[in-house]
């Protein structure tokens, strides 16, 4: 392993990181709700009774995310090098494995970390290591 | 529009800021976080620091509590389960974060900036989180 210094940024990821705890933190006060994004997104689609109104205005702000961003300042760069069939494979594995584990980086990462649930930690775990051996294997091995 | 409708959006738009501003919107910087046997670029570690550093005294405040602040019910999970569809879930959404460095919330936010490859992702994961509820539903009828 080597490290990539030249592309090290800690204190926007850091800073970034305490954004996303602040999110939580004001849904988890205000509304008394996780913020997991999976799980949102998943009850939007299943439109439980009574919990519409907000999954929608939270994911109506994350759409809304990068136009209040663009008034300030340019967007930082998102480069996505995956092709359209590894996208809608991957983006197939990700919809049906955070529903089937009841969470992604947000719900099991953030909010279940952070209430030291050991239910979450072994999910971050698991799709954390599952993430490092995908990229290995895709290139080291596949050499992609 | 109500209270909570609206610190629900305000609360999506910090979040969507802070994945903006840590690049965890960026596919690219993911899966060189994620490459740990090549140059590997250690930033989004610090991401979860952040934002657990945040959470951890507002979930101990929130534990024990029956309400929100603005009186709603204040839902906690309640499973503790380390089981089978836990981990075989977590490796399979794991699998897809490694192959196209999106997780939900990224895929959002890269959606609203209009990246259209971010739009096929986001598709594809409702798709599969459509077609999960579908099969559980008709693997045990309510």
């Not at chain 2, 960026?26 to 994620?34: D, G, S, T």
């Not at chain 2, 046997?37 to 029956?66: E, T, Y």
């Not at chain 2, 981990?87 to 919330?105: I, K, R």
Request: one cysteine or more.
């Amino acid at each position: 392993m080597t490290i990539d210094w030249n592309a090290f940024t800690p204190w926007s990821a850091l800073a970034g990181g305490a954004l996303i705890g602040l999110a939580t933190a004001l849904l988890l006060v205000a509304n008394g709700r996780i913020a997991g994004i999976s799980g949102i997104l998943g009850g939007l689609l299943a439109r439980q009774p009574g919990e519409t109104g907000w999954r929608l205005a939270f994911t109506l702000g994350l759409l809304g995310g990068p136009t209040l961003w663009l008034l300030f300042r340019d967007l930082p760069p998102i480069r996505i090098e995956a092709g359209l069939p590894v996208l809608v494979a991957a983006g197939l594995l990700v919809g049906i494995g955070t529903r089937y584990g009841s969470g992604c980086t947000s719900g099991h990462g953030v909010c279940g970390l952070s209430r030291l649930s050991p239910r979450s930690l072994v999910a971050t775990l698991c799709f954390m290591g599952a993430g490092f051996v995908t990229v290995f294997v895709v290139r080291h091995l596949l050499g992609a | 529009m109500n209270k909570t409708t609206i610190t629900a959006f305000v609360a999506g738009l910090i979040f969507g800021l802070g994945l903006l501003l840590s690049q965890m919107a960026n596919p690219e910087k993911v899966l060189a976080f994620l490459d740990l046997a090549g140059n590997w670029d250690p930033s989004l570690a610090l991401v979860m620091v952040g934002a657990i550093a945040v959470g951890l005294p507002v979930f101990a405040w929130a534990k024990g509590r029956q309400q929100s602040l603005l009186g709603e019910a204040l839902e906690l999970p309640s499973s503790n389960a380390i089981d089978r569809p836990l981990v075989v879930g977590s490796l399979l959404f794991g699998a897809g974060w490694g192959l196209a460095g999106f997780c939900p919330g990224p895929a959002v936010v890269a959606t609203g900036a209009g990246e259209l490859k971010a739009v096929v992702f986001t598709v594809a994961m409702l798709a599969g989180m459509t077609a999960f509820r579908l099969f559980r539903r008709q693997a045990q009828p309510a």
